[in-house]
């Protein structure tokens, strides 16, 4: 199984602030890599597919980048409504799917 | 733009098996684009992928979960279903029905229901 770890696991930040998340695959995974965003009582949004690519609708303030086990998700001017947990996910072990443990953002 | 809805039990006691209906709308579930799957979130925790179904009826599961998960799919009624077996209190958590856009590279989930919550409890 490919394993995937996030870092930090939480951070406390400020509306303003950029802020870059770390995910982390035990092996290889190219750009089969995505990210999304969950808010309380909510069901995950996709963000980011393909490391890089945002999805349609996503705020430009988002991006992400990387390849192979190392990848970041940046919010280059975090707004109120970022405050969330953000999961990675990994789909290059075929149709083996597993997410990372998660990293919340809160309001310092 | 396709809209997803769990549907299902909420309590499901030990042993049982825990059932659940996705309905697809906006869109044909019979698509090329999509494959369509489970997810689960215990409460307070992470994601869990649990399987994956092509219109056609071709089947992906979580390894640690195959010998108690079957996901079939109704395209006459533009649903798909879960049914996990033998269901212990780790299995309870939210259950989330996703599409998952296969014309990318990275096959993302990219519609989500709302999610229902499963409670397994006598």
């Known amino acids: 199984d490919i394993q995937m770890t996030q870092s930090p696991s939480s951070l406390s930040a400020s509306v303003g602030d950029r802020v870059t998340i770390t995910c982390r695959a035990s092996q290889s995974i190219s750009s089969y890599l995505n990210w999304y965003q969950q808010k309380p009582g909510k069901a995950p949004k996709l963000l980011i597919y393909a490391a890089s690519s945002l999805q349609s609708g996503v705020p430009s303030r988002f991006s992400g980048s990387g390849s192979g086990t190392d990848f970041t998700l940046t919010i280059s001017s975090l707004q109120p409504e970022d405050f969330a947990t953000y999961y990675c996910q990994q789909s290059y072990s075929s149709w083996a799917f597993t997410f990372g443990p998660g990293t919340k953002v809160d309001i310092k | 733009q396709l809209q997803l809805q769990e549907s299902g039990p909420g309590l499901v006691k030990p042993s049982e098996t825990l059932s659940l209906t996705c309905t697809v709308s906006g869109g044909s579930i019979s698509s090329s684009s999509y494959y369509w799957g489970w997810i689960r979130q215990p409460p307070g925790k992470g994601l869990e992928w649990i399987g994956s179904?092509?219109?056609?009826?071709?089947?992906y599961y979580n390894p640690s979960l195959k010998s108690r998960v079957t996901i079939s799919v109704d395209t006459s009624k533009n649903q798909f279903s879960l049914k996990l077996s033998s269901v212990t209190a780790a299995d309870t958590a939210v259950y989330y029905c996703?599409?998952?856009?296969?014309?990318?590279?990275?096959?993302?989930?990219?519609?989500w229901g709302q999610g229902t919550l499963v409670t397994v409890s006598s």
């Open positions: 996703a599409s998952i856009y296969v014309v990318v590279t990275a096959i993302p989930f990219d519609y």
């Open positions: 179904i092509y219109y056609s009826g071709s089947t």
